[in-house]
């Protein structure tokens, strides 16, 4: 009767946990997409080529802090601004296979709209225009990684 009990007790927490799990994930595919662009300074793996340490150049982190994209061309816009471009400075914080390309592919907020992007050779300077304003979501792939980032593009 004990053993009884006790299957029942580990079934039942199994059976909490893994809706638990289940739960966080739909919870985290929800939430919505926002910029959040920082100012202070970059991470140590991200200062190559500034001066200092790179106190007051946009940038905004990866979800998990694996890729920065340094914003020159900040605000960033769609259709694209005429005096400046949608230059991004991507930088990994994990070594990048040389050779290997970044890929993007970015989500439109609220809409079924993808578009696909490539940084040949891998992060570093591009140029990335999108098709309409609103706040993209983006899913990038490099050197056998994966991440997200959200950029907003106004008008």
């Known amino acids: ?4 009990r006790g299957s029942a007790a ?16 739909e919870q985290a595919a929800e939430l919505p997409c926002s910029t959040k662009i920082d100012t202070s300074a970059l991470p140590t ?7 200092g340490d790179g106190s007051g150049n946009p940038h905004v982190f990866s ?16 259709p694209p601004a005429t ?6 400075l991507w930088v990994s914080k994990t070594p990048v296979t040389t050779g290997d390309n970044l890929k993007i592919t ?18 570093g300077p591009s140029i990335i225009d ?12 490099w050197s056998g990684r994966t991440d997200t980032m959200d950029l907003t593009y106004s008008s």
């Open 1 to 4: 009767m004990n053993a009884i």
């Open 10 to 25: 580990l079934i039942l927490v199994l059976a909490i946990g893994g809706c638990t799990a289940k739960q966080e994930q």
């Open 45 to 51: 793996w991200a200062r190559t080529g500034f001066s």
């Open 63 to 78: 979800k998990s802090g694996d890729m920065v994209g340094v914003l020159f061309g900040n605000p960033l816009t769609a």
């Open 83 to 88: 005096d400046h471009n949608n230059k991004i």
């Open 106 to 123: 970015a989500k439109l907020d609220g809409t079924g709209e993808t578009a696909e992007r490539q940084v040949d050779g891998g992060p």
């Open 130 to 141: 999108l098709p309409k304003p609103g706040c993209w979501r983006f899913t990038l792939a």
